[in-house]
C-alpha cells in the first residue's frame, strides 16, 4: 500500500477535486496553503497528486466542522512539515476550549435557574466596576446598552450610569451568550422577552440549540480524529517505504 502511495496511482488536480467535490481552483489553494503536500510535478510541469494528498484531503475536510478552518489549516500544516507534537497540541487546544464552551454553557443553564425577581435597591453599581467583574472593557458594556441588551438607568445629579442588580443579572448573561457566539441583536431580543415575560422560558429553545451544536462539534471531532489517523498512517508508511 505505501509503495502504491507514494510510486503507483497517480491522481490529476481535476480527479483529487471530483473525488471531493472541490474545484481544481481549490486544490491548488489548499496544496498553496500547506494543507496537502506539495505535489510532484511532470516533466511537462503538470501537478500529479497521490492517495496520500487524498487522504490529506480527508483529514482536513473531517477536521474542519469540529475545529473550524483556521486551526484546521494550523493542524495540517503542522503535520505535512513533519511537525506531529505541534498538530497533536493544537487538537489538545480545541478540545479544550469546547470544554470551555460546555462549561459556559452549565453557567448560562445555571444563572437563569436561578433567575427570579430582583430588588432594585440591591447591586447597583457603576460601568468601571461592573466592566472589572465581568472582565470587559467599559466600551463594550456601552456598546451594548446601544444595542438595547442592558439598560441602565442614569443618576438624575451625575447623569452617571447605574446598573441594578437586573442590569448586573443581564449583562451577565449576555456575556455568557456572547461567549456561546450569539450575535448582540440576537441576545437583546431574547433579554427582552425575559424582561417581559418573567422568565426563562424564551430561552430554552436557544440554550437547546447551542447544546446541540456543542455535541455536534464533538462528534465532528472524533469523526476527524479517524481521518487525520489514517492520514499519519498512510505517511509514516510512505515514509518507511523510502527509508
Known amino acids: 500500500?505505501?509503495?502504491?502511495?507514494?510510486?503507483?496511482?497517480?491522481?490529476?488536480?481535476?480527479?483529487?477535486?471530483?473525488?471531493?467535490?472541490?474545484?481544481?481552483?481549490?486544490?491548488?489553494?489548499?496544496?498553496?496553503?500547506?494543507?496537502?503536500?506539495?505535489?510532484?510535478?511532470?516533466?511537462?510541469?503538470?501537478?500529479?497528486?497521490?492517495?496520500?494528498?487524498?487522504?490529506?484531503?480527508?483529514?482536513?475536510?473531517?477536521?474542519?466542522?469540529?475545529?473550524?478552518?483556521?486551526?484546521?489549516?494550523?493542524?495540517?500544516?503542522?503535520?505535512?512539515?513533519?511537525?506531529?507534537?505541534?498538530?497533536?497540541?493544537?487538537?489538545d487546544e480545541s478540545h479544550a476550549q469546547l470544554l470551555d464552551d460546555r462549561r459556559t454553557l452549565q453557567a448560562v443553564e445555571a444563572a437563569l435557574r436561578d433567575l427570579?425577581?430582583?430588588?432594585?435597591?440591591?447591586?447597583?453599581?457603576?460601568?468601571?466596576?461592573?466592566?472589572?467583574?465581568?472582565?470587559?472593557?467599559?466600551?463594550?458594556?456601552?456598546?451594548?446598552?446601544?444595542?438595547?441588551?442592558?439598560?441602565?438607568?442614569?443618576?438624575?445629579?451625575t447623569g452617571y450610569r447605574v446598573y441594578g442588580a437586573a442590569d448586573v443579572r443581564d449583562a451577565r448573561l449576555a456575556h455568557q451568550l456572547r461567549r456561546g457566539g450569539y450575535r448582540l441583536e440576537q441576545i437583546a431580543a431574547l433579554i427582552a422577552q425575559v424582561r417581559a415575560a418573567g422568565g426563562v422560558a424564551p430561552l430554552e429553545s436557544m440554550l437547546g440549540d447551542w447544546r446541540s451544536r456543542l455535541s455536534a462539534r464533538g462528534r465532528a471531532m472524533l469523526t476527524g480524529a479517524a481521518a487525520l489517523d489514517a492520514y499519519l498512517t498512510c505517511r509514516q508508511a510512505t515514509r518507511g517505504d523510502t527509508a
Open 116 to 157: 427570579g425577581p430582583v430588588r432594585q435597591e440591591r447591586g447597583d453599581t457603576f460601568v468601571g466596576p461592573l466592566a472589572r467583574r465581568l472582565g470587559l472593557r467599559p466600551a463594550t458594556l456601552r456598546k451594548w446598552e446601544r444595542a438595547g441588551v442592558i439598560q441602565p438607568r442614569r443618576d438624575p445629579q
Open 1 to 91: 500500500m505505501a509503495q502504491n502511495l507514494q510510486h503507483g496511482v497517480r491522481l490529476r488536480p481535476v480527479d483529487l477535486a471530483r473525488g471531493h467535490g472541490l474545484s481544481t481552483q481549490a486544490i491548488r489553494n489548499y496544496e498553496a496553503a500547506g494543507v496537502l503536500p506539495d505535489a510532484e510535478r511532470t516533466e511537462s510541469g503538470y501537478r500529479t497528486y497521490t492517495p496520500l494528498h487524498a487522504r490529506a484531503l480527508d483529514a482536513f475536510l473531517a477536521l474542519v466542522p469540529g475545529h473550524g478552518h483556521q486551526t484546521t489549516t494550523a493542524i495540517m500544516r503542522a503535520v505535512n512539515r513533519g511537525a506531529t507534537e505541534d498538530a497533536l497540541r493544537l487538537i
